[in-house]
């Protein structure tokens, strides 16, 4: 097991954050390093990232959750789920592909239907799983009350 520690980014993190959402595949817009916090590890060298991403005033999403490969399944994404949870406010939201809405369940995040999203994502639901359903999978919009 990798030994980590968490801490905010700085603008000299941006590149290696942008980097590490494109090559596991996650959303790559909104990636504005001061709302980050970053797993380092013992050399300074970033394992994971996640944000507190802003639709609006009240709309607040747990976004950009993301360890490296090499370092998946050594706890690094529920330490800084869980403090980005502890920070964030409540209702807080989230987006995930369906296979992992078990993952977020053990933070107390549930699926919500369209009738209860925010506008911003009732709109991105849509569109998403309009596409989705090619593919066999399902965009779900999680809420932690
Ligand atoms: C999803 C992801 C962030 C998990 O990171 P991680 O550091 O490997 O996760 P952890 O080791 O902290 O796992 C926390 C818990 O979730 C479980 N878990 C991990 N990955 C999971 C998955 N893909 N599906 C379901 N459960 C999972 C673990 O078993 C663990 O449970 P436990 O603590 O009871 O043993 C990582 O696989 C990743 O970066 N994936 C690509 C990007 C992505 O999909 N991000 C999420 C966007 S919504």
Same mark, same amino acid.
């Given at each position: 097991?990798?030994?980590?520690?968490?801490?905010?980014?700085?603008?000299?993190?941006?590149?290696?954050?942008? %980097?590490?959402?494109?090559?596991?595949?996650? $959303?790559?817009?909104?990636?504005?390093?001061?709302? !980050?916090? #970053?797993?380092?590890?013992?050399?300074? @060298?970033? #394992?994971?990232?996640?944000?507190?991403?802003? &639709?609006?005033? %009240?709309?607040?999403?747990? +976004?950009?959750? +993301?360890?490296?490969?090499?370092?998946? &399944?050594?706890?690094? +994404?529920?330490?800084?789920?869980?403090y980005l949870v502890a920070q964030g406010p409540r209702? #807080?939201y989230l987006t995930c592909r369906s296979r992992l809405?078990? !993952? =977020?369940?053990?933070?107390? !995040? &549930?699926?919500?239907?369209?009738?209860?999203?925010?506008? =911003?994502? /009732?709109?991105?639901? /849509?569109?998403?799983? +309009?596409?989705?359903?090619?593919? $066999? %999978?399902?965009?779900?919009?999680? @809420?932690?009350?």
């Amino acid at each position: 097991m990798v030994d980590f520690t968490l801490r905010p980014a700085t603008e000299a993190d941006s590149s290696s954050i942008k %980097d590490l959402i494109h090559r596991v595949g996650i $959303n790559p817009m909104d990636l504005d390093w001061r709302r !980050f916090v #970053l797993a380092v590890d013992g050399s300074g @060298k970033m #394992l994971g990232c996640g944000q507190l991403k802003p &639709h609006g005033k %009240d709309v607040i999403e747990l +976004a950009s959750i +993301a360890v490296e490969p090499s370092h998946q &399944h050594q706890g690094i +994404a529920r330490v800084i789920i869980e403090y980005l949870v502890a920070q964030g406010p409540r209702p #807080l939201y989230l987006t995930c592909r369906s296979r992992l809405g078990s !993952f =977020y369940e053990k933070w107390g !995040f &549930h699926a919500i239907e369209s009738a209860e999203m925010p506008a =911003y994502f /009732r709109r991105l639901s /849509r569109l998403v799983n +309009a596409m989705a359903a090619f593919m $066999n %999978d399902k965009m779900l919009v999680m @809420k932690l009350m």
